[in-house]
T-cell receptor, first 114, second 110 residues
Framework: NAGVTQTPKFQVLKTGQSMTLQCAQD?????MSWYRQDPGMGLRLIHY???????DQGEVPNGYNVSRSTTEDFPLRLLSAAPSQTSVYFC?????????????FGDGTRLSIL | DAKTTQPTSMDCAEGRAANLPCNHS???????VYWYRQIHSQGPQYIIH???NNETNEMASLIITEDRKSSTLILPHATLRDTAVYYC???????????FGAGTRLTVKP
């Protein structure tokens, strides 16, 4: 009963370093998305994917890359980490992109950029 | 995109019903109302969603007014574990972007 699994749970990076946040789901969901949550800002959509091989930008895509080579996995890459990317990152998935399909979230990755 | 308005905070006695209101006066005819909650340091948890009719599941009930301009989430018998921030969301039809606002901080007291 894993649902959406995010790794790592915590990470500290230095400015300029790169890293990949992992997200995997075992529900055969077509739609996957990445959000960041900052104090007082709510959730903001970074990138999303409506299926394998298809990705698109959300509200705040700059500084992040994604790919979707399989249905199960949707990694988020930080190319050159900046202090402004310090945040809590959540991955979510749903059966489809239909607005009638609830998204299910992972427990997040807490990322600090020094 | 439909904007939602929720009270900043609410208290509820343990064992009593918690009624959380939400205004979404600009909602369009095909947009759904979703409720999520977030317990400190955890990921958002889906509770319930609806379009026009009232909905009920094992967690809660959702009452949507006939004009769809507001809704109420009902937790029938609140427990201490229901203390969380509750979010009312109306995602746009084109990309299912779950734009969480500030939500309502519900505190269930013994």
């Amino acid at each position: 009963n894993a649902g959406v699994t995010q790794t790592p749970k915590f990470q500290v990076l230095k400015t300029g370093q790169s890293m990949t946040l992992q997200c995997a789901q075992d529900m055969n969901h077509e739609y996957m998305s990445w959000y960041r949550q900052d104090p007082g800002m709510g959730l903001r959509l970074i990138h999303y994917s409506v299926g394998a091989g298809i990705t698109d930008q959300g509200e705040v895509p700059n500084g992040y890359n994604v790919s979707r080579s399989t249905t199960e996995d949707f990694p988020l890459r930080l190319l050159s980490a900046a202090p402004s990317q310090t945040s809590v990152y959540f991955c979510a998935s749903s059966y489809s992109a239909s607005s009638n399909q609830p998204q299910h979230f992972g427990d997040g990755t807490r990322l600090s950029i020094l | 995109d439909a904007k939602t308005t929720q009270p900043t905070s609410m208290d509820c006695a343990e064992g009593r019903a918690a009624n959380l209101p939400c205004n979404h006066s600009t909602i369009s005819g095909n947009e759904y109302v979703y409720w999520y909650r977030q317990i400190h340091s955890q990921g958002p948890q889906y509770i319930i969603h609806g379009l026009k009719n009232n909905e009920t599941n094992e967690m809660a009930s959702l009452i949507i007014t006939e004009d769809r301009k507001s809704s109420t989430l009902i937790l029938p018998h609140a427990t201490l574990r229901d203390t969380a921030v509750y979010y009312c969301i109306v995602p746009p039809l084109n990309n299912n972007d779950m734009r969480f606002g500030a939500g309502t901080r519900l505190t269930v007291k013994p």
